[in-house]
């Protein structure tokens, strides 16, 4: 039997990226953080997270492999989510992770909160380990504002810095056209930078029940992005995708989070496809949007425990 505690044990996790369906910043709060509110949306594009725990050794050992060798610092989000929650849990003994890096990076895809999510959930699996949520919730929030919606998948509401979520019903699956500008990439601190400048202009806005009503009611359409003026402003032709998404059939286009990524909403995947022609020199990815049962079989979780 103790033989058998320290035995190797593996899981295979596939890490969503994500778009937002409206995006609002509504002003800088007193911790210099914004204000946000957006709805979350999971597609199918996704890294894979390989997590294997050898229990039984008297310290935590980390280690971390990656077909990107440049995610392999001291900060990436996968080995500060395995030490947190191993510390949480009282875990000892050794985790290795190996990740599959597809999502493309700095593009507003929430990839590295995905895959921070994913090795919360990875260890608890494999360790069989239980906290209650709003202890999970906190982990994830400490680790990044957009890690406790990946605990959930499918749709929610996100208000204050993003990590508080509230899972909406899902909307019906609709195939999305994401294009990833190769030569392109959007700091996210300078995104906040630029939209801080404009804030003082802004109307009052929506309340949140009028919020959700204008961005999720409508079901893929009135899609809104409050990054988009500032970062188009100076990256235009990320205003030129959206609009090329648009002439070739797009229900709406958006930017990705703070960018600089761009989507289209599609009929079906043949038009995503034609469409995705015109974008020779970037990265395009054709995918679809998952519902919330659809991302926990996927994951082998139930955010309730």
Not at 75 to 98: K, M, P, T, W, Y
Not at 174 to 194: C, F, G, H, M, N
Request: charged share 25%; glycine share 10%; with cysteine.
């Amino acid at each position: 039997m103790a033989r058998a505690t320290n035995m190797k044990r593996s899981v295979r996790l596939r890490a969503f990226a994500k778009i937002n369906l409206c995006l609002h910043v509504v002003g800088r709060r007193p911790d210099a953080y914004h204000e946000l509110r957006t709805i979350f949306q999971v597609i199918s594009l996704h890294d894979t997270l390989e997590l294997s725990i050898t229990p039984g050794t008297s310290t935590l050992e980390l280690g971390l492999s990656s077909n990107d060798k440049t995610l392999l610092g001291p900060d990436n989000l996968v080995l500060r989510a395995i030490d947190a929650i191993s510390r949480e849990i009282g875990f000892q003994g050794s985790v290795s992770a190996h990740l599959e890096k597809r999502i493309p990076v700095a593009r507003g895809l929430g990839g590295g909160s995905s895959d921070a999510a994913a090795a919360l959930i990875g260890l608890l699996r494999l360790t069989k380990k239980k906290i209650p949520l709003e202890r999970l919730m906190e982990i994830a929030a400490g680790l990044g504002a957009d890690v406790p919606f990946f605990l959930f998948g499918g749709r929610a509401l996100a208000v204050n810095r993003g990590d508080e979520i509230y899972p909406l019903p899902n909307g019906p699956k609709q195939t999305i056209l994401v294009v990833s500008p190769r030569d392109i990439a959007v700091s996210t601190k300078d995104a906040y930078e630029w939209i801080s400048a404009e804030l003082t202009k802004r109307a009052k806005p929506p309340k949140i029940w009028g919020f959700c009503a204008l961005c999720w009611s409508r079901q893929g359409a009135g899609i809104s992005n409050d990054f988009e003026r500032p970062v188009f402003s100076r990256y235009p032709r990320l205003g030129e995708i959206r609009d090329a998404l648009l002439e070739r059939g797009a229900a709406d286009a958006a930017l990705a989070g703070s960018g600089s990524a761009v989507f289209g909403v599609f009929r079906n995947p043949a038009q995503a496809r034609r469409a995705a022609r015109a974008f020779p020199e970037d990265s395009v990815f054709v995918v679809e949007t998952l519902s919330r049962e659809d991302y926990g079989r996927s994951l082998g979780w139930r955010v309730n425990g």
